[in-house]
C-alpha cells in the first residue's frame, strides 16, 4: 500500500490502542457481568452496596417509644393505632440529638386526607369516620376539639 | 472420491452424535433450573397492592419523597396514587395531582365537579415501580448504569448513569423520571436500603390501611408471598410479557 494510504491507517489504529488503554484505567474492576445475563446483570456491583448503605429517615414507632412511651401506649389503643407517629410528626432521622423537635402536622388538610367526606359508593374512605369539609367547623383546626393520639378524646 | 462402507457408517454416527449433542445438552437444563444454580436463591422481592383498602390518604407518597431525597415540590414521584371515578355514562374520570401526595380531598377532578349522585364507582390504584423480570429499561441502558440485582429490584448507578433519558422513554409503566437534583434517571426501587435491612419500605411503613405489603416470593412462609400465590392477584399491562412483580387485588378494566 501506499504512505499516503498508510498514515490515516496507523492513526486510526493508534486512536484504538489510546482508547483500550484508557478504558483499562477508567472502568472500575467490579464492572462486568454479575449474575447470569449480559442484558440485565451488567453493571457496577459495588453499587448495589452504595444503594444499601442509602440514610435510613423513618424509624418507626419503635424508636419512638423509647422516650415517648406514654404517647405511644395511647396510640396503640386508640383507632388510630395503625397511623405511624412518622406519619403527622415527619422522619425521626436526627432526632433528638441533631433535630431537638419533631414537626407536628395540624393542619386540617392533613386530617381530611382519610376523614374528607368522598360519598364513593362501595369505598373504604366512606366506612371511615368522615365529614363534609364545606359544613363541618369551617377553617378549624380538627386537633382544637379531636385529640389525635386518642380520637375518642377530646384534648386537654 | 473413494468411501468405504466402514467409513460411511463412521461418519455418519458420528455425524449425527455430533448434531444431537449440543441441542441435548441445552434441553436438559430447563431455564428455571439454570438460574436457580447461578442466582441467590432465598430472596426475590415483590409487592402487593390491595386496591380495595387504598383510601386515597397520599400518605405513602409523602413518606417516599421525604425517605428517598426527592424534591418535595418538583413535579416527579417515585410513587403515586392515581384516583379513578367512573360516572353513570361509564365515563372514566382520572387524576392524581402532585402524585397524590397531599391526598385528594374534594370531588374535583382535572376542575370539574363530580356530582356524588352520578358516580357509579370510585377507587384509588397506588402504583410503583414494578421491579420487572424482564425489565425493558434496563435492555435499552447504553452504558450499563441500570441493572437486574440478584434479589431481584432494578437499581440505578448514579454515578454511571449519563442520564440519556431512554430507560425513562422504554418504560411501560412510566415509573421512571429525571432526577432535578442528582441529574440521572431515578425510580422507585422497593426502598433497598431498608427492605434489606429487613425494614419495611416507607410506603409501606406510613400505609395505615395495609394497602401496600412487600413480599418475599422465595419464602413460602411470608404471609404476602401467600396471598400473591394463592389468591386472585392481578399485573399491569401483563400483554408487554416484562413480567411485573407488582400484583394488585382489585384491578378494574379501567385501570391502565
Same mark, same amino acid.
Given at each position: 500500500?501506499?504512505w499516503?494510504?498508510?498514515?490515516?491507517l496507523?492513526?486510526?489504529?493508534?486512536?484504538?490502542?489510546?482508547?483500550?488503554?484508557?478504558?483499562?484505567?477508567?472502568?472500575?474492576?467490579?464492572?462486568?457481568?454479575?449474575?447470569?445475563?449480559?442484558?440485565?446483570?451488567?453493571?457496577?456491583l459495588s453499587?448495589?452496596?452504595?444503594?444499601k448503605?442509602?440514610?435510613?429517615?423513618h424509624?418507626?414507632?419503635?424508636?419512638?417509644?423509647?422516650?415517648h412511651?406514654?404517647?405511644?401506649?395511647?396510640?396503640?389503643?386508640?383507632?388510630?393505632?395503625?397511623?405511624?407517629?412518622?406519619?403527622?410528626?415527619?422522619?425521626?432521622?436526627?432526632?433528638? *440529638? *441533631?433535630?431537638?423537635?419533631l414537626?407536628?402536622?395540624?393542619?386540617?388538610?392533613?386530617?381530611?386526607?382519610?376523614?374528607?367526606s368522598?360519598?364513593y359508593?362501595?369505598?373504604?374512605?366512606?366506612?371511615?369516620?368522615?365529614?363534609? *369539609?364545606?359544613?363541618?367547623?369551617?377553617?378549624?383546626?380538627?386537633?382544637?376539639?379531636?385529640?389525635?393520639? *386518642?380520637?375518642?378524646?377530646?384534648?386537654? | 472420491?473413494?468411501?468405504?462402507?466402514?467409513?460411511?457408517?463412521?461418519?455418519?454416527?458420528?455425524?449425527?452424535?455430533?448434531?444431537?449433542?449440543?441441542?441435548?445438552?441445552?434441553?436438559?437444563?430447563?431455564?428455571?433450573?439454570?438460574?436457580?444454580?447461578?442466582?441467590?436463591?432465598?430472596?426475590r422481592?415483590?409487592?402487593?397492592?390491595?386496591?380495595?383498602?387504598?383510601?386515597?390518604?397520599?400518605?405513602?407518597?409523602?413518606?417516599c419523597?421525604?425517605?428517598?431525597?426527592?424534591?418535595?415540590?418538583?413535579?416527579?414521584?417515585?410513587?403515586? =396514587?392515581?384516583?379513578?371515578?367512573?360516572?353513570?355514562?361509564?365515563?372514566?374520570?382520572?387524576?392524581?395531582?402532585m402524585g397524590?401526595?397531599?391526598?385528594f380531598?374534594?370531588?374535583?377532578?382535572?376542575?370539574?365537579?363530580?356530582?356524588?349522585?352520578?358516580?357509579?364507582?370510585?377507587?384509588?390504584?397506588?402504583?410503583?415501580?414494578?421491579?420487572c423480570?424482564?425489565?425493558?429499561?434496563?435492555?435499552?441502558?447504553?452504558?450499563?448504569?441500570?441493572?437486574?440485582?440478584?434479589?431481584? =429490584?432494578?437499581?440505578?448507578?448514579?454515578?454511571?448513569?449519563?442520564?440519556c433519558?431512554?430507560?425513562?422513554?422504554?418504560?411501560?409503566?412510566?415509573?421512571?423520571?429525571?432526577?432535578?437534583?442528582?441529574? =440521572?434517571?431515578?425510580?422507585?426501587?422497593?426502598?433497598?436500603h431498608?427492605?434489606?435491612?429487613?425494614?419495611?419500605?416507607?410506603?409501606?411503613?406510613s400505609?395505615?390501611?395495609?394497602?401496600?405489603?412487600?413480599?418475599?416470593?422465595?419464602?413460602?412462609?411470608d404471609?404476602?408471598?401467600?396471598?400473591?400465590?394463592?389468591?386472585?392477584?392481578?399485573?399491569?399491562?401483563?400483554?408487554?410479557?416484562?413480567?411485573?412483580?407488582?400484583?394488585?387485588?382489585?384491578?378494574?378494566?379501567? =385501570?391502565?
Amino acid at each position: 500500500m501506499k504512505w499516503h494510504v498508510l498514515r490515516p491507517l496507523w492513526l486510526a489504529i493508534g486512536l484504538v490502542v489510546v482508547i483500550l488503554i484508557a478504558r483499562q484505567f477508567m472502568v472500575p474492576e467490579d464492572f462486568g457481568v454479575h449474575g447470569d445475563s449480559f442484558t440485565y446483570n451488567f453493571y457496577r456491583l459495588s453499587n448495589v452496596q452504595e444503594w444499601k448503605d442509602f440514610p435510613v429517615k423513618h424509624q418507626g414507632r419503635e424508636s419512638c417509644v423509647e422516650c415517648h412511651e406514654e404517647n405511644v401506649t395511647t396510640l396503640n389503643a386508640s383507632p388510630h393505632a395503625p397511623i405511624e407517629c412518622e406519619n403527622c410528626h415527619g422522619p425521626s432521622v436526627g432526632h433528638p *440529638d *441533631d433535630v431537638e423537635l419533631l414537626p407536628i402536622e395540624r393542619a386540617r388538610e392533613h386530617c381530611l386526607r382519610c376523614h374528607a367526606s368522598l360519598d364513593y359508593p362501595n369505598h373504604a374512605r366512606s366506612e371511615l369516620p368522615n365529614v363534609r *369539609d364545606r359544613t363541618h367547623k369551617r377553617r378549624r383546626e380538627c386537633v382544637t376539639c379531636h385529640y389525635p393520639h *386518642d380520637p375518642r378524646e377530646k384534648p386537654e | 472420491m473413494s468411501c468405504s462402507r466402514r467409513d460411511f457408517l463412521k461418519q455418519a454416527c458420528g455425524g449425527t452424535l455430533a448434531s444431537v449433542l449440543p441441542v441435548s445438552a441445552f434441553t436438559f437444563l430447563s431455564p428455571e433450573e439454570a438460574r436457580a444454580a447461578v442466582e441467590n436463591a432465598n430472596v426475590r422481592w415483590a409487592f402487593l397492592v390491595d386496591t380495595r383498602k387504598c383510601v386515597g390518604c397520599g400518605l405513602c407518597v409523602k413518606a417516599c419523597k421525604n425517605e428517598n431525597e426527592i424534591p418535595y415540590d418538583a413535579p416527579v414521584t417515585r410513587t403515586w =396514587v392515581e384516583r379513578y371515578v367512573i360516572t353513570n355514562d361509564g365515563q372514566a374520570h382520572i387524576d392524581s395531582p402532585m402524585g397524590g401526595r397531599d391526598g385528594f380531598i374534594d370531588n374535583v377532578i382535572n376542575g370539574e365537579e363530580i356530582d356524588p349522585d352520578n358516580i357509579a364507582k370510585a377507587f384509588f390504584v397506588p402504583k410503583l415501580c414494578n421491579q420487572c423480570d424482564n425489565p425493558p429499561c434496563v435492555q435499552v441502558c447504553p452504558v450499563g448504569a441500570t441493572y437486574q440485582t440478584d434479589d431481584g =429490584v432494578v437499581l440505578v448507578d448514579r454515578d454511571w448513569c449519563i442520564g440519556c433519558g431512554y430507560c425513562i422513554m422504554a418504560c411501560p409503566y412510566g415509573v421512571r423520571f429525571f432526577h432535578p437534583v442528582h441529574k =440521572v434517571a431515578d425510580k422507585c426501587n422497593f426502598c433497598y436500603h431498608r427492605i434489606t435491612k429487613g425494614m419495611n419500605p416507607a410506603c409501606v411503613e406510613s400505609c395505615a390501611f395495609d394497602a401496600r405489603r412487600i413480599a418475599n416470593l422465595r419464602d413460602p412462609d411470608d404471609p404476602v408471598t401467600k396471598i400473591i400465590t394463592t389468591e386472585r392477584v392481578a399485573v399491569l399491562k401483563d400483554e408487554y410479557g416484562t413480567k411485573p412483580h407488582v400484583f394488585y387485588i382489585g384491578l378494574d378494566e379501567n =385501570v391502565r
